[in-house]
């Protein structure tokens, strides 16, 4: 079994390095936090003081950070420094393309493998091992990084080569985003206009108006008033940020998405960044002077 | 059985009335068309020379005709100066709450039954009695217009009382018509990313980002190749303005909206306003210089 | 000297009739409102029952109304109806250019003439005889109105055939309107970054920055506190959808209106539609969750 | 007097730089580019290897560089490693408040001065030493920096202390710069609807829509066809991207920036990039399909 490193232990990253070392790869973590590094060395993990010490002890090292600036500064030092020949590198945070082509060449520059596997779905998911993973990398690397995703998800979708993943993940974050913004504008409407929400659900799943946050996130969260974030506003607000760097660089005029971003704004603005992105509903319905629709217990 | 009157035998009421005299209902219909009025006087429907026409020799009176104005100036001059007493009038056109309010008003004074009962779906469906229907009106007027509503169509939502018909509509036509500029907007970004249209699909279609033009229309036309009209971008332009007409006039903002009406707009300057309203895929891969995705066949 | 009717006598209407009246021209009004009809009559004007006794007895027809609907009912019903051969209708409402094109068309077919001339500037400017109007007219139509127009206002920009002032006058209010949402972005930005508002209007009153609203009409409004509406954000509004209506008409797409459109509808949700349009500003600066700057006095 | 450094001889550097030499400043600059070293040296000025050796030989360093990525990699690096003791760094980039704030903190930090002083206005006036100039920094550093600015320009703002400089040019520039593409919508508008362009530009400067940009800089550039860049749409898009990204961080939602900035995304997608920000009155005259307007020479 190769030996796992793993540096990042979050929300997201703890659960995803538990669900490895479950199946017993032998694996060395690093964080500041020291509660999530108790947490893995209870199930036999080994704590390194720095992220060089990750990629000194391991053959694949994966990163799981919030943004491209923490992943540029660990990844492009200390841990290609430290990297042990032919180690492969498996970074699963989300950044823009440009950050995982530095990354992509950095290894290749150095004989090193990698592979970009951000991922869908939510922390509860990455608990259960139920995580979608969206994966760029050559056929080697994506086949060698294989047993270590499937132990932390149950949908692995190989996209194409080095950067793929994220550009995949971009894209498919732009539409589960918006989404929420674009309900939240028909549902503050139908509040506006009296509808019973009930009876406007049930026709909008019956047509092409229905999606999927409508479908499956909303009325277990926000239409049931639970705003606890599966995943949040500003995090989310995040992302959007990342998609319209992204896309303005590949001179992609996105109308809608940069519309859909300042409400986002906006709702951050309002002190709502930490709640669930399905409370965006929350959000609009404010700016319209509407009382927000629930769903009957 | 109630002698059953037509006024409007355009794409969708042709097929519409057609549904509805087959199931032996006697009929009079009016349209300035004549080849749509042969083809009910074939079926056994009486022609009338004009609107008034129509109401003096009808039960119910069903209009289904472009807009507003056309409706506004038929049932309010015409068909309620003639109309039998305690008849019923039907409007299945898609037009703004305020003409609807005015209509259901104007009946009511007169003693006459009201339903707003809007179409979803198309025209293909239309033609295979597989309509769906958003209705407002009275328990009375509703129950009294569904055996019309189950010789055309095999959804029937009762959304509310007068105007809420009308209003479900527009939610839902919000929801299905901007999920073109927001899927176009995301595949334009894809193919600028130089990703794979049918992984990247794979991927949308098992997550939130999911959304019924994305899975059910886009894979019949645009992505096929196929822009020849179910729905005409024109006709989603349309009621994109009925839509922000009437969140203006309720003080509801619509910030993603108002900038997807904008991408119809320019769509339209482009010459392709007689296109499928998933061909906005195509007006945003232009805006963007990239050409537009296609599955393969 | 010709015989003038006014139909048309508030915040606006009133003080042009006044002014046109000072010249001793003979004068015949119309309004709903008892006030503003005694107002005239004090200086002279005769009262007349309805929109038709003022056409038969004017050689020129001055209508000045809310709005398309008001224009519309009044003219091409009993204005028309009751005009005297050769007479002149001086429409100076804001209206779309549909309603101006079809009142052009209706007088022409009568052998009328017609003018429109829209107002720009204020209430106050019109009391003073200060106004400037943009018009549209024949170069005969024209010379026959300047009298009127002389009487009213000070400057006179002749803008081309009829329609012309309607036009002329969209494309200006498009600009000023938009201007104040524009300013109320830059300056609640300038807050958040804690910059001193002299000093920021010292410097972008010296590039090319600069502009209108933020140099003339601002600092006698909001910046010094005083939200009473010179011109209401409710008009604005209205203006808009007028502006926006009729680009989408020329499919001529409009993204920045159409954001701003919004943004003045989340104001008017905010219950700020009453106030000057300058106070845009405040309106901005509470969705960004800042105070709204002002000048020291 | 002082010895200066200077760092960056683009378009806007090379004759700041010669105007200070030219009032006899001891100089050592550096650019990557031999062309406009030898222009400096020709002056008198001595020739710097790299930024290092700049630091080493000065009293006052002033930096001049494309963006924040330039500025940071030669400020927080070489510069500040060799920078005499006392020394004041100038920073005259445009660049978002995060990077000055960090360039004024490392500064603070050795005890260094501090100034942010970007530049208003465009080369043609930088050549001819009329340059404006918002300048941020403690009263005892600008005090310091004047006799330099002096030499470059000819309007000095002190706008507050370290970073109210960066701060106001961000603010200035979302004014003048979406006032192109606001300007743009308006003149597509009345071209679509026929208007003189002469007479619609002499209407809107006697109102409140008048505006730096269409009264100084249009009528220069693309009203009578002169494309060149004074001031290129992709230098407009990046201060626009600078803008957005600061606003966001700030948590200031600017829904008309954030459409403009897709505008101009747009217009570079058109490959117009290159031609100067007024020409966005010809990619909105594409999109709306009418042909852009010119002044009759």
């Known amino acids: 079994m190769e030996r796992v490193g793993f540096i990042g232990l979050g929300n997201m990253g ?24 108790a947490a893995l060395t209870e199930l036999g ?7 060089g010490a990750v990629a000194r002890a391991s053959d694949v090292v994966i990163t799981m950070l919030p943004g491209p600036r923490e992943v540029s500064s660990t990844v492009l030092g200390p841990v290609l420094d430290n990297a042990k020949p032919g180690a492969l590198v498996l970074d ?18 150095r004989g090193l493998g990698f ?41 692995i979708h190989h996209c194409g080569g080095p950067g793929a993943g994220t550009r995949t993940k971009l894209v498919n974050n732009y539409l589960a985003i918006l989404l929420c913004q674009m309900n939240a ?14 009876k406007t659900l049930e026709v909008l799943h019956g047509t092409t108006a229905t999606n999927g946050q409508l479908l499956v996130n909303w009325p ?30 590949a001179r992609v005029p996105l109308p809608m ?5 300042e409400a986002f704004t906006a709702a951050r603005a309002r002190g709502m960044g930490g709640q669930d992105f399905s409370s965006m509903l929350d959000a ?14």
């Open 14 to 37: 703890r659960p995803m390095a538990a669900n490895i070392r479950r199946r017993q790869f032998p694996m060395t973590v690093f964080d500041l936090a020291p509660g999530p590094v």
């Open 45 to 51: 993990a080994e704590s390194a003081p720095d992220a």
């Open 92 to 109: 699963m945070s989300t950044v823009d393309p440009e950050t995982t082509d530095a990354l992509a060449k950095a290894c290749a520059e």
């Open 115 to 155: 592979v970009d596997a951000p991922v869908g779905r939510l922390a509860a998911h990455a608990e259960r091992g139920e995580s979608l993973f969206m994966v760029g990398g050559s056929d080697a690397d994506v086949a060698r990084a294989r047993p270590l995703l499937e132990a932390m998800g149950s949908t």
């Open 185 to 198: 504008e028909a549902l503050s409407l139908a509040t506006a206009f009296g509808l019973d929400l009930s």
């Open 220 to 249: 277990n969260k926000v239409l049931k008033g639970d705003v606890q974030p599966g995943f949040a506003i500003d995090l989310a607000h995040k992302d959007l940020s990342l998609i319209l760097g992204a896309a303005n660089a």
């Open 257 to 261: 998405a940069a519309a859909g971003r």
């Open 284 to 297: 609009q319905c404010a700016a319209a002077g509407v009382a927000p629709p629930r769903l009957p217990r």
